[in-house]
């Protein structure tokens, strides 16, 4: 069964919304560029409304590890998604259970790379923007994607259209979707989540 990861919020109601759809992981910005950033204050009062069983990620773009572990706990955090330039060394040293983003260049080896994160949990393979850690909205070829038995998470232009055919084709253990589900940058559309988890049923 393929996994499910919501990104980017910012209101409750688009949380509270998800929860009833039944989205295994809900992901939380903690990058000041990003337009679906949140505070830390803003990302605790989000994290009440998430119940048990339902992963809470904190995403972080080459933040200090003092505010990655300070974050983590006041915000009762589950995971921690590095998506900057972070070093496997780095992440170990931090010691909080992570997945790891791998921003899809054209030259990047995707088996090299996660051979470098021992103690990663599963990888997020992006699509590569210069100058935009995430949330592009672009789709990469997935054909580059590697045969491997670590945890696989796709992200990059998914789409209520194109949910089914991530699966069909990647077969991954998870997808993760943001600006595919919006109606606005941080602004979740209910009906663009509901026919995103429809997809995957079929």
């Given at each position: 069964?393929?996994?499910?990861?919501?990104?980017?919020?910012?209101?409750?109601?688009?949380?509270?919304?998800?929860?009833?759809?039944?989205?295994?992981?809900?992901?939380?910005?903690?990058?000041?560029?990003?337009?679906?950033?949140?505070?830390?204050?803003?990302?605790?009062?989000?994290?009440?409304?998430?119940?048990?069983?339902?992963?809470?990620?904190?995403l972080f773009v080459n933040a200090e590890a003092d505010t990655v572990q300070t974050t983590f706990?006041?915000?009762?955090?589950?995971?921690?998604?590095?998506?900057?330039?972070?070093?496997?060394?780095?992440?170990d040293r931090i010691g909080l259970p992570y997945i790891r983003a791998i921003r899809m260049k054209?030259?990047?080896?995707?088996?090299?790379?996660?051979?470098?994160?021992?103690?990663?949990?599963?990888?997020?393979?992006?699509?590569?923007?210069?100058?935009?850690?995430?949330?592009?909205?672009?789709?990469?070829?997935?054909?580059?994607?590697?045969?491997?038995?670590?945890?696989?998470?796709?992200?990059?232009?998914?789409?209520?259209?194109?949910?089914?055919?991530?699966?069909?084709?990647?077969?991954?253990?998870?997808?993760?979707?943001?600006?595919?589900?919006?109606a606005a940058p941080g602004q979740k559309d209910p009906d663009k989540m509901a026919r995103f988890?429809?997809?995957?049923?079929?």
């Amino acid at each position: 069964m393929t996994r499910v990861k919501f990104c980017g919020f910012t209101r409750t109601e688009d949380v509270t919304c998800a929860v009833s759809l039944g989205v295994d992981a809900l992901g939380f910005v903690f990058y000041a560029k990003s337009p679906r950033a949140v505070s830390c204050e803003q990302a605790s009062v989000l994290c009440r409304h998430v119940p048990a069983f339902v992963t809470r990620v904190g995403l972080f773009v080459n933040a200090e590890a003092d505010t990655v572990q300070t974050t983590f706990s006041a915000c009762g955090l589950n995971l921690v998604q590095y998506h900057g330039d972070e070093s496997p060394e780095f992440c170990d040293r931090i010691g909080l259970p992570y997945i790891r983003a791998i921003r899809m260049k054209s030259d990047v080896d995707v088996v090299q790379e996660m051979a470098r994160f021992p103690r990663a949990s599963g990888f997020l393979l992006d699509a590569y923007q210069a100058g935009v850690p995430g949330g592009t909205g672009e789709r990469f070829d997935w054909g580059r994607i590697p045969v491997t038995e670590r945890p696989v998470i796709l992200a990059g232009g998914l789409t209520p259209e194109n949910a089914t055919d991530a699966i069909t084709q990647v077969e991954p253990w998870a997808l993760d979707v943001s600006g595919g589900i919006e109606a606005a940058p941080g602004q979740k559309d209910p009906d663009k989540m509901a026919r995103f988890m429809a997809a995957l049923q079929r």
